[in-house]
């Protein structure tokens, strides 16, 4: 008698796992799903617009853009852009095999520049400038009123996670056709340390004034260059001016990053730029 409720025992147990086996998943997966529907949950991500990026020296950086602008149609003063016969255009859109300029429509990230940040954080830097003689002293301050701000990104193709991000800021149509005297006209602004990359300045001294090997200097040790050798272009028709002297620093990949510190005589118009 035992032996037989036993063996029922044993096959009501075998039913059950049978039964379990089969309905149980589905049972599971429903209720589950009951849980889970028609529920919000708040989780923090990490935004894959914000990307990635490499940390990179101040070489680096300033190698990847100067590459970037190169790789562009670079708007600079009307007197230069007349040289060149571009009217002044800037053709953002011809992008080279390896590097590209774009504009970067994504919100700053971590401890980049805001819209609301950069006019003060331009301004930071133009005195900076002043105080280490590289700007003169009367050159007035940006503000959002005067001036348009637009963010870049300067990639490395190749490999997109070496970036640079940048601001730009151009004095607006409206106060060029009027006051251009002490003003900045077009400035590259590194949109994570604030520091100046390039600039076009109106000015009132004339290139006699200008002392562009202390410059170079001043404007090296402001971003942590390293030292500044003279350059000796191999084309002497690249620039528009006779006023001008050329440096390189030590960029990568045993390359070098070309700066030009120069002067347009006439419109008093001061500039250092690192695209040729």
Same mark, same amino acid.
């Given at each position: 008698?035992?032996?037989?409720?036993?063996?029922?025992?044993?096959?009501?147990?075998?039913?059950?796992?049978?039964?379990?086996?089969?309905?149980?998943?589905?049972?599971?997966?429903?209720?589950?799903?009951?849980?889970?529907?028609?529920?919000?949950?708040?989780?923090?991500?990490?935004?894959?617009?914000?990307?990635?990026?490499?940390?990179?020296?101040?070489?680096?950086?300033?190698?990847?853009?100067?590459?970037?602008?190169?790789?562009?149609?670079?708007?600079?003063?009307?007197?230069?852009?007349? %040289?060149? /016969? +571009?009217?002044? #255009?800037? $053709?953002?859109?011809?992008?080279? &095999? =390896?590097?590209?300029?774009?504009?970067?429509?994504?919100?700053?990230?971590?401890?980049?520049?805001?819209?609301?940040?950069?006019?003060?954080?331009?301004?930071?830097?133009?005195?900076?400038?002043?105080?280490?003689?590289?700007?003169?002293?009367?050159?007035?301050?940006?503000?959002?009123?005067?001036?348009?701000?637009?963010?870049?990104?300067?990639?490395?193709?190749?490999?997109?996670?070496?970036?640079?991000?940048?601001?730009?800021?151009?004095?607006?149509?409206?106060?060029?056709?009027?006051?251009?005297?002490?003003?900045?006209?077009?400035?590259?602004?590194?949109?994570?340390?604030?520091?100046?990359?390039?600039?076009?300045?109106?000015?009132?001294?004339?290139?006699?004034?200008?002392?562009?090997?202390?410059?170079?200097? %001043?404007? /090296? +040790?402001?971003? #942590?260059? $390293?030292?500044?050798?003279?350059? &000796? =272009?191999?084309?002497?028709?690249?620039?528009?001016?006779?006023?001008?002297?050329?440096?390189?620093?030590?960029?990568?990949?045993?390359?070098?990053?070309?700066?030009?510190?120069?002067?347009?005589?006439?419109?008093?118009?001061?500039?250092?730029?690192?695209?040729?």
């Amino acid at each position: 008698m035992h032996k037989i409720k036993y063996n029922v025992c044993v096959v009501l147990l075998a039913a059950v796992m049978v039964v379990l086996a089969v309905w149980g998943p589905e049972a599971l997966a429903k209720y589950q799903d009951r849980y889970i529907l028609n529920r919000l949950e708040a989780r923090t991500v990490e935004g894959e617009s914000e990307g990635y990026r490499y940390t990179l020296n101040n070489n680096e950086k300033l190698y990847i853009l100067s590459k970037c602008l190169n790789s562009q149609s670079l708007p600079g003063s009307e007197q230069n852009n007349m %040289a060149r /016969g +571009d009217g002044g #255009g800037a $053709g953002y859109q011809d992008l080279t &095999e =390896s590097y590209a300029f774009v504009v970067n429509h994504r919100d700053p990230v971590a401890q980049e520049i805001t819209d609301e940040e950069i006019y003060e954080s331009c301004n930071q830097g133009i005195r900076e400038l002043m105080d280490l003689g590289i700007l003169p002293d009367t050159v007035k301050e940006t503000s959002a009123s005067d001036y348009t701000a637009v963010r870049y990104s300067a990639i490395f193709v190749p490999e997109p996670r070496n970036n640079v991000p940048v601001w730009k800021l151009s004095l607006s149509a409206g106060i060029q056709n009027a006051d251009r005297q002490n003003r900045l006209l077009d400035v590259y602004i590194d949109a994570d340390t604030g520091k100046i990359y390039e600039f076009y300045v109106r000015t009132q001294l004339t290139w006699e004034n200008i002392d562009p090997d202390a410059m170079i200097r %001043a404007w /090296g +040790d402001y971003l #942590g260059l $390293g030292e500044a050798k003279a350059y &000796e =272009s191999l084309n002497p028709l690249e620039e528009t001016t006779p006023y001008y002297c050329k440096y390189s620093f030590e960029g990568m990949e045993n390359d070098i990053t070309v700066v030009t510190i120069g002067f347009y005589e006439g419109i008093n118009e001061l500039f250092l730029k690192i695209s040729r």
